[in-house]
């Protein structure tokens, strides 16, 4: 069965600091791996990984996907209290099916 | 970027009524659209695929008796909670890929409390 993990399911930072959060996944027909913002409503689109060893950036938020070792890493520098919620990594396979993983709450506090 | 309604944003109903949220692609056609939910603290679960002018797909352990599913047209789908219990109150969120090999959509959710 499909399977997505992620760690630390919790985190608790001060602003200023520099995180790094992992999915991990096991899934069938591997298309694409994707990370996703959730406060309070439905997630926002972060990144989309498709390739090995190519970092995607926007702002203080980058992810790279490793496909060897089947996990993917957000890593935020600088992080704001804006930055506080959760975040969902999620895998798509060749049907266009998409299995999240449990998501990683992050708390930035001021 | 594309959007992605859903209506209602809100809804609370009584047990054993059966009520309908919509999800509608609104400036690109969707073949395929996805329903999840979300329980409080945790993540989407994926509960059916939407496909225009079929059948839907189940995951397992969803009952479809129970979430009707209708793609009557290329932007809109339909999730029918018929009977509905407040073991089904709970987080319903659609999503829409607008081509194969771009991100998905998400709609901004139902809330449903079931009483």
């Known amino acids: 069965e499909d399977k997505v993990v992620q760690s630390p399911l919790s985190l608790v930072v001060h602003e200023g600091d520099t995180v790094t959060l992992n999915c991990s996944y096991e899934?069938?027909?591997?298309?694409?791996l994707l990370w996703y913002k959730q406060e309070k409503k439905a997630p926002t689109f972060l990144f989309m990984l498709?390739?090995?060893?190519i970092e995607k950036k926007s702002g203080r938020l980058s992810s790279i996907l490793d496909k060897k070792e089947l996990s993917s890493i957000l890593n935020i520098t600088a992080t704001q209290t804006g930055d506080s919620a959760i975040y969902l990594c999620?895998?798509?396979?060749?049907?266009?099916?998409?299995?999240f993983g449990a998501g990683t709450r992050l708390t930035v506090k001021p | 970027g594309a959007v992605v309604s859903q209506h209602p944003s809100w809804v609370i109903c009584k047990s054993g009524t059966s009520v309908k949220i919509e999800c509608r692609s609104l400036?690109?056609?969707?073949?395929?659209m996805f329903w999840y939910r979300q329980f409080p603290k945790q993540s989407l679960m994926l509960m059916a695929t939407?496909?225009?002018?079929?059948?839907?797909?189940?995951e397992q352990g969803v009952e479809k008796d129970k979430f009707l599913i209708n793609h009557a047209s290329l932007t809109l789908s339909t999730l029918t909670v018929t009977s509905a219990h407040p073991e089904d109150s709970s987080f319903y969120i659609c999503?829409?890929?607008?081509?194969?090999?771009?991100?998905?959509?998400f709609g901004p959710g139902t809330r449903l409390t079931v009483t």
């Open positions: 999503s829409a890929p607008r081509d194969r090999d771009l991100e998905q959509y």
């Open positions: 899934v069938t027909n591997f298309r694409s």
């Open positions: 999620a895998v798509r396979n060749n049907n266009n099916d998409m299995r």
């Open positions: 498709t390739s090995s060893g």
């Open positions: 939407s496909n225009e002018g079929s059948k839907a797909t189940y």
């Open positions: 400036d690109f056609q969707a073949t395929t």
